[in-house]
């Protein structure tokens, strides 16, 4: 390591990400996504909002437990 650094054309914040922003991978069963990808297909949506609506409903489900 060297005794210094120059930090004098830095970009403060430069790699921050808001965490309500990072996406983390989810990783699906090949049948439960091909299953999930036509259904979103036929309504026009993307999958990430369908699978979203899907949590959702099931989180309702289990505050109700």
Same mark, same amino acid.
Do not use: W
């Given at each position: 390591?060297?005794?210094e /650094?120059?930090?004098?054309?830095? &970009?403060?914040g430069?790699f921050?990400r @808001?965490?309500? +922003?990072?996406?983390?991978?989810? /990783?699906?069963?090949k049948?439960? &996504? ?5 259904? @979103?297909?036929? +309504?026009?949506?993307r999958?990430?909002k ?16």
């Amino acid at each position: 390591m060297k005794k210094e /650094y120059d930090f004098s054309k830095a &970009k403060q914040g430069k790699f921050y990400r @808001a965490a309500d +922003k990072l996406e983390l991978p989810v /990783y699906l069963d090949k049948e439960v &996504k091909e299953f999930f990808t036509r259904r @979103a297909e036929e +309504k026009n949506a993307r999958l990430d909002k369908v699978i979203n609506i899907i949590l959702r409903k099931e989180m309702e489900i289990l505050k109700k437990i």
